[in-house]
């Protein structure tokens, strides 16, 4: 469902962040990383300061679990 939003409007933030916690709820750790790197720069592109800010304690964590999965 999110991918399908994101094909209609690509700087939906709040489909990127909810497709990387789908993602790595699933196990695809960088594919969830990738997704919230495009959602911030959406979110950033949008003026959407909290989703971006969501986003990047999201790859943190990510990060701290494993830093070769993401940086951000």
């Given at each position: 469902?999110f991918?399908?939003a ?10 990127w ?56």
């Open positions: 469902e991918e399908r994101l094909r209609f409007d690509a700087r939906y933030s709040a489909a962040k909810f497709l990387g916690r789908a993602l790595l709820d699933a196990g695809r750790r960088d594919d969830a990383a990738d997704a919230w790197r495009q959602g911030i720069a959406a979110a950033e592109i949008q003026g959407d300061v909290q989703a971006a800010k969501e986003m990047r304690v999201f790859l943190r964590r990510i990060a701290r679990a494993d830093p070769q999965d993401a940086s951000d």
